[in-house]
């Protein structure tokens, strides 16, 4: 536990390094014992958050934490998933402005699916829905966007309708390392810049090859507990890039 508080130290190091506010949520009783985990109660979009529901049991109740977490830093909620939907922000991708997709999967059912998508329906935003094979729980471990027109994809766990869709919007995919199963579980902090864990070197050289730049933190400890960087994070207030297709040219 030692070397988990460090490290998670180490990663709160880095993203206020590159400029980042961090937010801390309430600290969990037991017997809740994943709140390293930040990713997974909620969604966060332009204008207030969604509110999950946590499928696995030993998780129920972090939900209330996060929600008066996020009313203390005066970010609105615009809907808690309720009822028999479940929810888990670790299986919801941002991947441009207006669109979005959403893996189904053990932890995120159709019904959850259905109500975040009326909130999502109502600022414009599409969620694709992406069904996951087998054991898979979250999207995140297969697709973490780099840039505007980059992905890190794991494919070969991915629909081949879906990887199609992200290639037709002129998306490069590029693929981690097979033996570095946490690369695709980055963090990007900006356009270009993500945070990895050192524990995928080779999948690093690619990314860089391809002009993303790469910050990296010791992680090995936690991804024991089966989750990642970007697992342990949620954005709150995200700015608005535009693609480079739309971006006015500077004035003389």
Not at 23 to 49: C, H, I, S
Not at 55 to 68: N, S
Not at 119 to 129: A, F, G, K, Q
Not at 175 to 191: F, G, Q, S, Y
Request: proline share 6%.
């Amino acid at each position: 536990m030692a070397r988990v508080h460090d490290q998670h130290d180490g990663l709160v190091a880095a993203l206020r390094a590159e400029g980042v506010e961090v937010v801390f949520a309430e600290e969990l009783a037991p017997p809740l014992y994943n709140g390293v985990f930040m990713r997974d109660p909620l969604v966060t979009v332009k204008g207030g958050a969604v509110i999950g529901r946590l499928a696995a049991r030993q998780r129920r109740g972090e939900e209330a934490g996060v929600l008066r977490a996020l009313a203390a830093a005066g970010m609105p909620v615009l809907r808690t998933i309720a009822g028999s939907g479940t929810l888990e922000g670790g299986s919801f991708v941002k991947i441009r402005p207006g669109i979005a997709a959403l893996g189904l999967s053990a932890r995120c059912n159709e019904e959850g699916a259905d109500q975040l998508d009326e909130v999502l329906s109502r600022l414009d935003i599409e969620l694709i829905i992406v069904p996951l094979a087998g054991y898979s729980i979250h999207l995140d471990g297969h697709l973490a966007m780099l840039d505007h027109d980059k992905a890190l994809v794991d494919a070969e766990h991915l629909p081949y309708w879906f990887v199609t869709r992200l290639a037709d919007m002129g998306i490069t995919l590029l693929w981690p390392h097979p033996d570095e199963e946490w690369a695709v579980n980055c963090l990007v902090t900006r356009p270009g810049r993500v945070i990895m864990s050192d524990s995928s070197p080779r999948t690093r050289r690619l990314l860089e090859r391809h002009g993303v730049e790469v910050v990296t933190v010791a992680y090995d400890e936690v991804q024991k507990f089966s989750g990642g960087v970007h697992c342990s994070t949620m954005e709150l207030i995200r700015e608005e890039h535009a693609p480079p297709s739309a971006r006015a040219l500077p004035t003389p």
